[in-house]
């Protein structure tokens, strides 16, 4: 049962390979204004690793704080897993996740918190974020599904609070995916009939300085045809309240994928994966580059 007044919030914390960020996140959330909170920390490390063992040492410093909880896997299951393993060992009415290398300003789950409790029809809430120096306020609400399969809209997850009912109802994180992790949590939300309402301030700060995550171009397309087949229910329902809702979907996607080709210098595969593309939305996704590359010219003219 929900406590309308003073609600537990969970923050789930994951960590992997990045023991050396983890107490900033924790500390952060131990920082809250908002004191009503619980802090579930998830060891997502192989066992016998220095990143398990300098891990253990940081939550020692931890021990005897009650607010704590630390659980640590038996191998390295990915992120999803572990947020899993968060929800189902979580007490609180609300729930938040936040990465390691990342961390809360000091009113973000009041501020969500005071939000949902306002706002009854929204199960739950985002807010905006400050990312290389750039502040992101988001505005959109509701069913963001379409924004999420094209990519027009990001939801982050370090900026999410939600309901834990809900998170469990729709099913948790789906563990089948290595990329595109919260957008697959967040469709499994709106296809429940879950609505996303949003706090237009900043409140979570990230810090992209470890990049030893990221896909390569090759391993990215295989990410994105594994996201959109996930969800072509979804991608069908859309195409019938947007016009020209499916093409849009795969040309933004596969935009991106080019891009990222081209970005890493692998320009014979970004031309073999155009020539594949055109064969089924040529007229679409060539429109949709050329909008794109004018922008980007225009774009570096003006600063110049």
Known sequence: ???????IVSIIITTYKRSDM???????????????????????????????KETE???????????????????????????????????????????????????????????????????????????????????????????LLSGTHLVLTNTIMIKREAA?????????????????????????????????????????????NVADPKENEENFNFYLKIHEKQIEACDKVYKNGKKIIYSYRYRGVLLNYIKCKEYLAAFRFYLRVIKFIPLRFNIDLLIYITKKIKDCTVRL
């Not at 049962?1 to 609600?7: I, Q, Y």
């Not at 393993?85 to 609180?92: A, C, D, L």
């Open 57 to 147: 040492l940081i939550l020692a410093d931890y021990a005897s704080n009650p607010k704590i909880k630390y659980i640590r896997h038996p191998k390295n299951m990915n992120g999803a897993a572990a947020r899993n393993t968060g929800i189902r060992n979580s007490k609180g009415n609300y729930i938040c996740f936040l990465d390691d290398d990342d961390w809360y300003l000091s009113d973000k789950v009041k501020e969500q918190v005071m939000y949902l409790l306002d706002n009854k029809k929204f199960d739950g809430v985002y807010c905006g974020w400050n990312r290389n120096n750039k502040e992101v306020i988001p505005t959109k609400e509701g069913d963001l599904t379409f924004g």
């Open 1 to 7: 049962m929900e406590n309308t007044k003073n609600p």
């Open 22 to 52: 983890l107490k900033r996140a924790i500390d952060s959330v131990l920082n809250q204004s908002y004191k009503k909170i619980e802090v579930i920390v998830v060891d997502d490390n192989e066992p016998s690793t220095q990143y398990r």
């Open 168 to 212: 469990i109802l729709c099913g948790g994180w789906d563990e089948r995916f290595q990329r595109n992790q919260e957008a697959a949590f967040l469709l499994r939300f709106f296809n429940h009939g879950y609505r996303l309402g949003v706090v237009k301030k900043v409140l979570v700060q990230f810090d992209t300085r470890d990049r030893s």
